[in-house]
């Protein structure tokens, strides 16, 4: 469902960047500029935690970047699709504009919906993990076990440094955690069987850089 509303609200957002581009000569010099000049950077720091693996602790504010970086990215192309010859940068405007409704855009796109749904668990040495669901589609859903390190100096920064996943036909993924590992600088994903199972977990060894 959040999903679909999404996709709604990225029409929407794209409806509304479309009317700028058509009444963009109508909006002052100073005002264009500063729209101009924030989409570039919004794409950028979006580009950077999208690369480096940083970004906010909070899901919510990380999904608000995205969705500024999406709009930036929207205007820088249909500014585009002004220029000559117009029946190419328009065919160009709208194949580029496409894949932002592919679900790999949608799925973190949705995170605004859900205000911080996914809680963070502190395991020490600044280190946090979040379960985070997922499905294949084919019936066996799971979660990926995101662990994410936080600067003591930044606390409102996080970075992921590993990530586990695990799926419901092999043990209780939703109930999967982590704690810290046998030697410095590992962690254990922790995965319990699922009832039917014998009792026991399903223990992974990550390395954290």
Known sequence: ???AITAVILVLLTVAVLLLRIFWLRISSGFRA??????????LVHLFFVATKWGMTSTRVNAIISWLAIAGYELLI???SRLSPKWLTSLSAVILLIPLFASTILFPLALVLQPDSIPRVPIGNHLFYRREPW??????PGVDLNIYYTPPFAPFLSRRVATQPFNT???NAFAAYSLLGPEPKTIIARCPDAPAQ???N?????PVP
């Open 78 to 80: 249909l500014l585009f």
């Open 202 to 206: 399903d223990d992974r060894i990550l």
């Open 169 to 171: 036909e092999h043990c």
């Open 34 to 43: 500063f729209l101009l000049r924030g989409a570039v950077a919004l794409i």
């Open 198 to 200: 014998p009792t026991g």
């Open 135 to 140: 499905s294949s589609g084919g019936g066996n």
């Open 1 to 3: 469902m959040d999903i």
